[in-house]
């Protein structure tokens, strides 16, 4: 949520943005039971008075946290998506879906994190949020197999689910999941794999 300098939110505003991005970037690196009030409240600048005055309580702080962070994605998604529908092929569409989450480690873990510990309140908001625009993608590869060119024995509502599971999963625990194998590969190397595997999947290249 960027804000230019002629569209500053007011101090009124400001508080909560803060108290949120402080509390995302906690939650992400340590959870939500290992995040207190008071830490959030002290990387934001705030008093936990304030905070509590915002928020009412760490629970409540906890969904506005989750919301806000599919709200953003709601937002962008859409875009990245109508944008690659432009190029030539699915596999536009592919790499936007895996590029806009591995643009965002943080948000990733914090999503990771939710699905581990409140799986049914993660569902919710995913069904509102992202499935109206993850479906465009569940659409556009069932065109593909009536047109022919993309593999009949795919399901597409699983393989976005996979897709979109992997690639949150990659991001989120990919850089420490690397030590599983020699050579340790980078996060790049794994995104470019999961997309080369995800190709080959739809189109039966490099089988």
């Not at 906690?26 to 990387?43: D, K, L, M, N, P």
Request: glycine share 8%; no cysteine.
């Amino acid at each position: 949520m960027n804000q230019t300098e002629n569209q500053a939110p007011s101090s009124e505003d400001a508080v909560p943005e803060k108290i949120l991005r402080a509390a995302s970037e906690a939650f992400a690196a340590r959870g939500y039971h290992g995040t207190s009030i008071q830490e959030v409240a002290e990387a934001a600048g705030i008093t936990r008075p304030t905070l509590i005055y915002h928020f009412h309580s760490k629970e409540g702080l906890r969904d506005a946290v989750l919301e806000r962070v599919l709200q953003h994605w709601s937002e962008e998604l859409p875009r990245m998506l109508a944008a690659a529908r432009q190029g030539p092929r699915l596999d536009a569409l592919l790499g936007a879906l895996t590029g806009f989450f591995s643009t965002q480690p943080a948000l990733a873990r914090l999503v990771l994190r939710e699905a581990l510990d409140r799986p049914e309140r993660l569902r919710e908001r995913l069904r509102v949020h992202l499935q109206p625009w993850t479906g465009l993608l569940v659409d556009a590869i069932r065109m593909g197999q009536q047109g022919g060119w993309l593999k009949a024995v795919v399901d597409p509502e699983s393989f976005v689910v996979l897709v979109v599971a992997n690639t949150v999963g990659m991001v989120a625990v990919g850089e420490a999941a690397s030590a599983l194998v020699p050579g340790e590969p980078s996060l790049e190397a794994q995104e470019v794999e999961l997309g080369r595997i995800a190709r080959s999947a739809l189109l039966g290249e490099g089988l």
